[in-house]
Each structure stands twice: as structure tokens, then as C-alpha cells.
């Protein structure tokens, strides 16, 4: 009897300048990330991203500082990362009253259909930061049947308050997202 096998996604989230080391909202260690999802990469055959990629005004920015604005060298892509390697970008915060924390609330394309088409049952979700867009990607891709892994050395945590990313884990861990370390993909 064959035994269905999960495809695998790996979902990179917001590895853009911005939210870099220079970057005007970065996570402290935000580009750390970058040489273990270009080793993970390689472990998939599914392989999107996505971008927070505000219109210049934005509700979004009473409370963060104006950062990765469409078509700004602050919303491209991390120049390590392995870009070619990324079947589909998943564009969110395009709406003037839109945060778009979560990938799934992409609005070039839905992103649930996208990889439910695809097969993709258990999702790996990296990249920055943990404590806002990680966080929420992973809860609703938890929300929407996948079974949700978060690679803690593939993640990386803002932290406006030092233990923010710690909570972070704990919270998406009491969700039943799996925290896994890249060795072990
Ligand atoms: C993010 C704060 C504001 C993120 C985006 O990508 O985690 N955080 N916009
Ligand atoms: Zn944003």
C-alpha cells in the first residue's frame, strides 16, 4: 500500500532590508537568518515568500516607522538570499489601513489556495520577524489545517520588548506549531 507522504513548503517570511541589521526596523540579528534558509531551501521542492510592501501612507505607520514601501531598496529582498529560488512572492500591507502581519492575508494572490494546489500539507515557516509576521503567519497557517512547523534558527524576533520573540515561540508552541530546529528538516 503506498503511504500518502506530506508535501513539504518552506514559507520565508519579510527577509527584506528593512527588517535587517541597517535596515530602519530591524531585528538586531535579522540577517542571521539568511545562510540557514538559503541551506534549507534546498530541502524543498515548494518555496514561496513574502514581502511587507506598504503604500508610502499607511495606518500601519502610526505605529512603526515608515519601512518597507513598495518599490523601496528597504522592501527588497536580504542580497544573500537566494531569490531565484523562490517559486512565488506573496505581497501584504499593500492597503492603506492594512498592517498584513500574516502572509495569508496576501493580496496579490491567496496564498491557503496557492499552496493547497500545490499539495502542500506541512509548512515551514522562517525568516523575520518572529514576534509579528512569523507569529501570525504561522497561527493561520495552523488556523488553515497545515501542519505547522516554525524553524528557530531560521526566525528572528524584533524584541521592542527583550523577551517578545521568546513569547512568541511559547504562544505559537500552545497553538500546536511545532518549533524545530534546521538540522532536524
Ligand atoms: C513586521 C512589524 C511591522 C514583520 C511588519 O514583518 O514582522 N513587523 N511590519
Ligand atoms: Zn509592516
Same mark, same amino acid.
Given at each position: 500500500m503506498k503511504v500518502e507522504q506530506g508535501m513539504k513548503g518552506l514559507l520565508i517570511i519579510d527577509v527584506q532590508n528593512d527588517f535587517c541589521?541597517?535596515?530602519?526596523?530591524? @531585528?538586531?540579528?535579522? $540577517?542571521?537568518?539568511v545562510p540557514v534558509i538559503n541551506r534549507l531551501i534546498?530541502?524543498?521542492t515548494i518555496v514561496v515568500a513574502s514581502k511587507d510592501w506598504h503604500p508610502?501612507?499607511?495606518?500601519h505607520f502610526q505605529h512603526w516607522?515608515?519601512?518597507?514601501?513598495?518599490?523601496s531598496q528597504g522592501a527588497?529582498?536580504?542580497?544573500?538570499?537566494?531569490?531565484?529560488?523562490?517559486?512565488q512572492v506573496f505581497l501584504k500591507?499593500?492597503?492603506?489601513?492594512?498592517?498584513?502581519?500574516?502572509?495569508?492575508? @496576501?493580496?496579490?494572490? $491567496?496564498m491557503n489556495e496557492y499552496l493547497k494546489s500545490k499539495g502542500v500539507t506541512e509548512l515551514y515557516v522562517t525568516g523575520l520577524a518572529t514576534d509579528y509576521c512569523v507569529k501570525a503567519s504561522a497561527m493561520d497557517a495552523a488556523k488553515k489545517g497545515f501542519r505547522t512547523f516554525v524553524v528557530t534558527d531560521a526566525v528572528s524576533a524584533v524584541n521592542v520588548k527583550p523577551d517578545d520573540g521568546q513569547q512568541a515561540l511559547e504562544e505559537m508552541q500552545a497553538a500546536a506549531i511545532t518549533l524545530v530546529d534546521s538540522s532536524q528538516v
Open positions: 541589521p541597517g535596515g530602519i526596523l530591524a @531585528a538586531p540579528e535579522g $540577517d542571521h537568518v534546498d530541502k524543498f508610502r501612507t499607511s495606518v516607522p515608515p519601512h518597507c514601501v513598495q518599490n527588497e529582498f536580504h542580497p544573500e538570499l537566494r531569490t531565484e529560488k523562490i517559486q500591507g499593500t492597503g492603506d489601513k492594512d498592517d498584513g502581519y500574516s502572509a495569508f492575508e @496576501a493580496t496579490n494572490l $491567496d
